[in-house]
Structures are given as C-alpha cells and as structure tokens.
C-alpha cells in the first residue's frame, strides 16, 4: 500500500507523470515487494526557475532534477532492498528525464505501522492475527 509522491522540475507533462506513475509502480513492485493495485502516486512539476540546487535554479543549466518519497511499512524491507531501489530510482529517472542532477533525491520513509495505514485502517491493525 505504498503512496509515492514525486516531484519533478519542469512544466507539467501528463504523458510524462504517465510514465512516470508506472515506472514506480513497477519498481515499488518488483524491488520493495509492495502490491502494484494498492500503490498510489501523486505528481508534482515544479518550475526549474524555483528548484535550486547549491543556491543555483535549475533553469541556469541543462539537468533537471525530481524528489521521489515512498512510504512503506516499518521493517518490511531490508538495507539491500532498499539500496537497490534507490539505485534503479535514479537510473530510471535519468532515463525518462533525459539526464538528471545528481543532487536528485529518494526518500524510502519507513512508517510504523501503528500510524499508517489506508481506508481507515492501520497497517498494524491489517497484520494483526486474531487470538
């Protein structure tokens, strides 16, 4: 049930956060083990002239750059997992930018499951076996 949000400088391109949104998906699938039909992802663009990097805009130079933030539950990936995720991340974000800052960011937050959750639910409360 992970919920990505990701932004990324640049005027706003539905065919882009399209292709984006399921890139995501499928990395958040195939290397966090998260369940692809409970994955959401919100987009942001942000004008390159108001993202800066070392005090400069984006807008003085040919990279773009994108801070992507999944949550998942608290203990349900490992070091490894979540190294390899970053890594893909980037390399995919490259790719579909045409070329990034490497002052590009990924946030994997690891939320307990006592205050995460969807549909009213907690993640702790999902897990939780009947006695």
């Known amino acids: 049930m992970p919920y990505l949000h990701i932004q990324i400088s640049g ?3 539905t ?5 984006v949104a399921r890139q995501a ?6 290397l966090l083990g998260k369940d692809a039909a409970l994955t959401a992802v919100a987009i942001d663009f942000i004008d390159p002239g108001l993202w800066f990097i070392g005090g400069r805009a984006l807008s003085e130079g040919p990279l773009r750059s994108y801070h992507w933030m999944v949550s998942i539950t608290d203990e349900t990936n490992t070091r490894g ?3 390899a995720y970053l890594d ?3 390399r995919a974000m490259a790719e579909l930018l045409g070329g990034v800052a490497e002052h590009s960011y990924v946030h ?12 009213g639910t907690t993640q702790a409360q ?3 076996v009947p006695a």
Not at 15 to 19: G, K, M, N, Q, S
Not at 108 to 119: M, P, Q, S, T
């Open 11 to 13: 005027a706003a391109d």
């Open 15 to 19: 065919a882009l956060a399209a292709r």
């Open 25 to 30: 998906t499928e990395l958040t699938a195939r």
């Open 81 to 83: 997992e979540k190294a």
């Open 88 to 90: 893909a991340v980037h």
């Open 108 to 119: 994997v937050a690891d939320l307990r499951a006592n205050a995460y959750g969807y549909g």
């Open 126 to 128: 999902r897990y939780a």
